[in-house]
């Protein structure tokens, strides 16, 4: 049987990638990114710069670059990445946005919010344009945006979007969708945020009531815990994270 060279190379630098993973995990930093250099190397050499594999390569390289605070050189590998998988499969391609998310992600651990916004407001209005206000895609990136101005206290903008969200998702899925769920918990969790219990209580209400009809016993106790904590406390800053609907 005759070997194809390039599923062969693809094997072996994706061996070399789950080896260069592992010693990032164990923390062994210095081994870890000389071997991510040398698959970046090699891939872009025998794969291409535009190849996913190697787009990928440069990822890899850039966690490992910020796991040990060596933010510019992950910032420039990350940028480079987002501008060419955009240029080459366009700006609601999932890979562009997973090179969005990673390069967002390393301008908030610098301290550089205002640059991860504008990526998240631009990747927004790209997916309007492209996908529509109501494709899943569009939802998501939304999703992203409002989490980034909750974290950064601009409450009323993440309250616009979580709004848009959950309105999108009654007028596509219907009111008793599990997809609700999840808008319902992030906006009523920013609610009680801002101290306003009284209006979360009825999304968490109605969060609990779709939970009832389309999930189990053990979720159901959770979503009632979280409704007993907002009408009794009032203003719990403290309530379980979003997303335990999604």
């Not at 990114?33 to 698959?39: D, G, H, M, N, V």
């Not at 569009?138 to 909750?150: G, M, N, S, V």
């Not at 219990?197 to 939970?211: M, S």
Request: aromatic share 8%.
């Amino acid at each position: 049987m005759t070997l194809n060279p390039d599923a062969e190379q693809a094997r072996m630098l994706r061996d070399l990638s789950y080896r260069a993973i592992r010693l990032s995990r164990q923390k062994e930093y210095t081994q870890a990114e000389a071997l991510f250099q040398q698959i970046l190397v090699q891939s872009q050499e025998k794969l291409g710069i535009d190849n996913p594999n190697t787009m990928q390569s440069q990822l890899n390289l850039a966690s490992c670059y910020m796991d040990q605070g060596k933010f510019e050189q992950a910032e420039s590998l990350l940028q480079d990445v987002f501008d060419r998988s955009k240029r080459v499969w366009g700006a609601t391609h999932t890979f562009t946005e997973r090179s969005l998310r990673k390069l967002a992600g390393c301008f908030t651990r610098q301290g550089k919010y205002g640059p991860a916004i504008a990526l998240y407001e631009q990747a927004l209005n790209f997916h309007r344009q492209e996908l529509g206000d109501e494709h899943p895609q569009t939802t998501h990136i939304r999703c992203h945006l409002a989490e980034f101005y909750d974290e950064l206290g601009k409450y009323e903008q993440a309250e616009a979007l979580f709004q848009q969200s959950l309105a999108i998702t009654r007028k596509v899925y219907g009111e008793d969708d599990s997809r609700m769920m999840a808008d319902l918990n992030n906006l009523a969790n920013l609610y009680v945020k801002q101290g306003k219990a009284a209006q979360a209580e009825p999304l968490f209400l109605q969060a609990l009531t779709i939970l009832e009809k389309n999930s189990d016993a053990n979720q159901s106790f959770l979503a009632t815990c979280q409704i007993i904590s907002v009408a009794s406390t009032g203003n719990r800053a403290s309530m379980s994270k979003r997303s335990h609907f999604s």
